[in-house]
């Protein structure tokens, strides 16, 4: 496993989250009293279900080639009108009416006072249809 870091972290797309390691083709010796604990290594939706996340939680998702300074993946699952696969460390919110996911930039308390949340694209539809019942109800004055 490698750890997102130095160059290799600028060549991806930001999608990564500050658990994500990589499963790779570098080996490297280490010495045993180096070895501080043990990592547990889920997959992403393993990780996705963990209730707790503790400081030895981590997930793996990609494969990276240091040979050839690639990475070997299968399509990541874009759950974002931003179109960039997942990531774990940003806080995302279902709208009520159309299910896209937005990234939001909320702290929980403020995510749970909101109640059912509307993004802008539904809300503009619904004022426009308002809108719309408003001028076409309204009376015509004939002169």
Do not use: F
């Amino acid at each position: 496993m490698v750890l997102l870091a130095g160059k290799h972290k600028r060549r991806y797309d930001g999608s990564h989250g500050t658990a994500e390691l990589l499963k790779s083709n570098h080996y490297d010796n280490s010495w045993p009293e180096s070895i501080d604990g043990k990592w547990k290594v889920h997959d992403i939706k393993e990780y996705q279900r963990l209730e707790i996340v503790g400081p030895a939680d981590y997930y793996c998702r990609l494969k990276y080639d240091m040979k050839n300074e690639s990475y070997q993946s299968e399509k990541l699952q874009v759950y974002c009108s931003c179109e960039k696969p997942y990531n774990p460390d940003l806080k995302m919110i279902q709208c009520e009416r159309c299910y896209e996911c937005y990234h939001i930039n909320m702290t929980e308390e403020e995510v749970e006072s909101t109640g059912d949340y509307i993004c802008d694209p539904c809300r503009n539809i619904e004022t426009t249809k308002h809108n719309n019942l408003v001028t076409t109800s309204s009376p015509i004055s004939r002169k």
